[in-house]
């Protein structure tokens, strides 16, 4: 029985083996037994496979100019269209001629979209052929069919590339079907409920955020992006921290996509002279409380305490002697007329011990103070005392209490000169 090559293409292959199974069925035609898919990447060509009868051989990478392939790619050449060259004596410099010993070639370019990139499957065969006994329409079906089979492939892998890309963001955001399901849950959303992501991955947003359901609802059926604030508390007994969720419309059936930020706050840079407010100060304690738990570092709170039987320093100029020496995340902040606030945003707790961290950070304190001292020209009668921050610490109001702190300096002096 004669083997048929429409029916030994036809057959299921991807891949590689699809591509040794075109071979096999170009030489079933009894001439052609040599097949090779090439990539063009701007004046070069790359063999991506050279099959002889269904088996690989070594491929190679030649430039374009020298080889008939630079015929498909000229612009009135158009992309369907099938290109012969009898005698490849007319190019006695290109590579793959000398290495498979062909003497006539038979190509057409894959039907790809441009983000794919140009590609053209080549046949060539030791022994001369004419025009007229060309596998035209097989060769047009083996085009097409590995033209689908590549785009499918690479779409796969950019949609494998962009779901682990989006479930390792640490930014946090899901996609929100219309009936209120979390999809595609990033590594950061998961991060700011204290989940792991397959856990939360196909759940409802409402066993998350409970108490705002009704408000999701409404921002999700607007057609514009929408943003709202909200209270979360990670567990009970812990403390709640305010969270920002915006919701960017997708399309009806798939829904919004959902990302969580914290609310915008206006931290004082490392160059500012102005110390913060008590209400931010609060805030980015309930902050630090929640990074706290997550994890499981320690922060702390410097007093900077003035004679309260004397008028209230210039603290102002102070800010501007303290900032150089905390780092540009850590916020300065009044508590009340005698008492400047420094606080330290979470730091490891691991390596060094916190009281070998604090030590640090209050020595530096106290050579700024005592140099504003200097630079002021005046007796600054003031008191250092700490505050540690732990996981275990829940009350806003007693951690900004200076009560419950410990001294740590008792007076600054102006340096001597």
């Known amino acids: ?22 071979a096999e069925s170009m030489e079933m ?13 701007q004046q070069q060509c790359r063999v991506l496979l050279l099959s002889e009868r269904g088996h690989p051989r070594p491929g190679t990478v030649y430039d374009l100019q020298h080889a008939p392939c630079r015929l498909l790619y000229r612009p009135q050449h158009p992309i369907d269209a099938q290109l012969f060259c009898a005698d490849l004596n007319h190019y006695p410099q290109w590579p793959l001629r000398h290495l498979t010993g062909a003497r006539c070639y038979y190509a057409m370019r894959l039907p790809l979209d441009a983000t ?26 083996a085009v097409e069919r590995l033209a689908a089979d590549l785009s499918q492939t690479r779409q796969g892998l950019a949609l494998m ?13 899901a996609r929100l079907d219309p009936d209120g399901y979390l999809h595609q849950v990033s590594q950061g959303f998961a ?9 939360m991955e196909g759940t409802l947003l409402s066993r998350w955020c409970p108490e705002q359901s009704g408000l999701l609802g409404h921002a999700q059926r607007a057609s514009q992006p929408s943003s709202s604030e909200h209270w979360y508390q990670a ?61 499981h570092q320690v922060a702390a709170l410097v007093f900077i305490m003035a004679d309260k039987q004397a008028a209230p320093p210039d603290w102002q100029q102070i800010t501007r002697y303290v900032r150089p020496s905390l780092r540009a ?16 945003a979470c730091f490891d707790h691991q390596g060094s011990a916190p009281r070998t961290q604090l030590q640090a950070i209050t020595t530096k304190l106290h050579q700024q103070l005592s140099l504003a001292a200097q630079q002021m020209g005046q007796h600054l009668p003031l008191q250092l005392k700490v505050r540690v921050i732990t996981q275990w610490d829940h009350n806003i109001e007693e951690l900004l209490d200076p009560a419950g702190a410990t001294p740590w300096q008792l007076s600054i002096e102006p340096q001597k000169s």
């Open 191 to 199: 991060q700011w409920f204290e989940q792991p992501r397959d856990r």
């Open 29 to 41: 035609t009894g001439r052609w037994p040599l097949l090779a898919l090439v990539q063009r990447q």
């Open 116 to 141: 794919l990139g140009d590609f053209h499957l080549l046949l060539l065969d030791p022994a001369r052929h004419d025009s007229d006994a060309l596998p035209r329409a097989l060769l047009r079906c």
């Open 1 to 22: 029985m004669t083997p048929d090559p429409w029916r030994h293409l036809a057959q299921q292959a991807s891949g590689t083996a699809l591509l040794h199974q075109i």
């Open 235 to 295: 567990a009970i007994g812990t403390t709640p921290v305010r969270i920002q969720i915006q919701l960017h419309p997708l399309d009806s059936q798939t829904g919004h996509l959902l990302t969580i930020t914290e609310p915008a706050r206006q931290v004082i840079s490392a160059h500012s002279d102005t110390p913060s407010t008590t209400p931010l100060l609060r805030q980015r304690l309930q902050h630090e409380l929640a990074r706290l738990h997550r994890n």
């Open 161 to 173: 590339a962009h779901q682990a890309c989006s479930q390792s963001n640490p930014i946090a955001q």
């Open 329 to 344: 995340e850590d916020l300065v902040a009044q508590i009340s007329p005698h008492v400047l606030g420094a606080l330290t």
